[in-house]
């Protein structure tokens, strides 16, 4: 309830501000603007926007199998990890609408720079956290496992993944954030459908209210993704969470 009404309240305060302040919809469109825009636009809405989310989700998948593979080997071998860190920092500081044109020169326009540049964007939280869930298994805990009997397989897999798991969540409520973010710079610039796309256009035609209704359908499809991963979380992980966070 209380979500509800601090973004019911935001966008009341929001109105007010552009009817007070007289301020133009070419600068900052009033809520109710942007609304009548999403209404006008819906088919061109939904359209882009299922393509942005198939594209979206697809990168995302992509992300989460190799950035769990990843971190697993990452987590398990202090040698790999010590070796293989500096050149996924290293790539993951490259800003990603850079790698944009190569996708291009090897894929050419459509769907897949776009895909490839949501999964490049967000597998880096995933294989850190991973990483980092199974790395911090304590020694002690390691070395009366290894007298029980248990090899270095068992202990990643029966010790270390479990361990994880709340950190695997936690990146994954970043990571797909930041693969829509992905999604739409490379629909900006190596794509003919999508809300990237459509932004490119609205913007390039001084469609203001349809760049804020594009805008704002990016924003409910990434709070309803954050949403399903939470939920997904607290259901895997409740017992990492403390009483008052369930609550």
Request: glycine share 8%.
């Amino acid at each position: 309830m209380a979500p509800f009404i601090f973004t019911l309240g935001f966008f009341i305060l929001w109105e007010i501000l552009c009817l007070v302040l007289n301020i133009s919809s070419f600068i900052l469109p009033a809520p109710s603007t942007i609304l009548q825009a999403v209404w006008e636009y819906r088919s061109q809405l939904t359209f882009h926007a299922m393509h942005t989310l198939w594209m979206t989700l697809s990168g995302f998948s992509l992300a989460v199998g190799f950035g769990l593979l990843l971190g697993m080997v990452l987590g398990s071998s202090r040698l790999i990890n010590a070796g293989t860190y500096p050149l996924l920092v290293g790539f993951n500081a490259i800003p990603k609408v850079a790698v944009v044109p190569i996708l291009v020169f090897w894929f050419g326009v459509g769907w897949v720079p776009p895909v490839m540049t949501a999964f490049l964007i967000s597998f880096f939280p995933i294989v850190v956290n991973v990483a980092t869930g199974i790395a911090t298994v304590e020694p002690e805990m390691e070395d009366v496992l290894r007298a029980l009997g248990a090899s270095k397989r068992d202990i990643v897999f029966k010790v270390g993944v479990p361990r994880a798991m709340p950190y695997f969540f936690g990146s994954l409520k970043v990571a797909i954030t930041l693969a829509y973010v992905g999604s739409v710079i490379g629909e900006q610039n190596a794509s003919n459908v999508g809300i990237g796309n459509l932004l490119t256009r609205a913007s390039a035609a001084f469609e203001v209210p349809l760049v804020w209704a594009a805008l704002l359908v990016l924003a409910v499809l990434g709070v309803a993704m954050y949403a399903l991963t939470a939920s997904v979380e607290h259901s895997v992980t409740g017992w990492a969470q403390r009483s008052q966070m369930v609550a």
